[in-house]
Antibody, heavy 118, light 110 residues
Framework: DVKLVESGGGLVQPGGSLRLSCVVS????????FNWVRQAPGKGLEWLSY????????VYADSVKGRFTISRDSAKKTVYLQMSSLRAEDTAIYYC???????????WGNGTTVTVSS | QSALTQPASVSGSPGQSITISCSGT?????????VSWYQQHPGKAPTLLIY???SRPSGISDRFSGSKSGNTASLTISGLQAEDEADYYCGSYTSTYGYVFGTGTKVTVL
């Protein structure tokens, strides 16, 4: 069974930092690319970041460029999203997704909730 | 990168067919055959319905079909069922090597 399990969400003050993790199982981690996607309360999906299978190619949405960093650890089969300088508008459910053929997200985790508030 | 444009809501009666549009630009929808569609039920994570404009993953009903003309992609749901009531999002690869989602469409089964 293909599984992606996010963790690391929680309540953080504006300006703070948080690191999200996405542990995968059921497939060969090193063969796949991944994305982070978020969904603010009552809003639509927003793509945030992409990392290639080898980790060398990384892309960010303008909304998080310079504040968020995506990375991956093959030994731990884990994808990370390091988030800093958090703002109220970063409050959302954050999903880790498997990216296939560089163009569609064929597996999603259940998400982890990040709340930025004082 | 601006979100792709979808109608906010579409409704239909059981058994009917409905179509959801997804409008983009030549830098995303129109430039590549890399449009995908996702279904999201309330409180759940999205799931992949359609990829590469019109391909269905294993296990997805053939009542769901996709197409594209120019900068606009479409998702058609045939034989509408109560379980199809959900939010639907299109998505596309972009020329800046990123990805963009549509604004989302709420489907209501009357």
């Amino acid at each position: 069974d293909v599984k992606l399990v996010e963790s690391g969400g929680g309540l953080v003050q504006p300006g703070g930092s948080l690191r999200l993790s996405c542990v995968v199982s059921g497939f060969t981690f090193s063969n796949y690319e991944f994305n982070w996607v978020r969904q603010a309360p009552g809003k639509g999906l927003e793509w945030l970041s992409y990392i290639s299978a080898g980790g060398r190619n990384i892309v960010y949405a303008d909304s998080v460029k310079g504040r968020f960093t995506i990375s991956r650890d093959s030994a731990k089969k884990t994808v990370y999203l390091q988030m800093s300088s958090l703002r109220a508008e970063d409050t959302a459910i954050y999903y880790c997704t498997r990216y296939n053929d560089f163009n569609y997200m064929d597996a999603w985790g259940n998400g982890t909730t990040v709340t930025v508030s004082s | 990168q601006s979100a792709l444009t979808q109608p906010a809501s579409v409704s239909g009666s059981p058994g009917q067919s409905i179509t959801i549009s997804c409008s983009g630009t030549s830098s995303d929808v129109g430039g590549y055959n890399y449009v995908s569609w996702y279904q999201q039920h309330p409180g759940k994570a999205p799931t992949l319905l359609i990829y590469d404009v019109s391909s269905r993953p294993s296990g997805i009903s053939d009542r769901f079909s996709g197409s594209k003309s120019g900068n606009t992609a479409s998702l058609t749901i045939s034989g509408l069922q109560a379980e199809d009531e959900a939010d639907y999002y299109c998505g596309s690869y972009t020329s800046t090597y990123g990805y963009v989602f549509g604004t989302g469409t709420k489907v209501t089964v009357l």
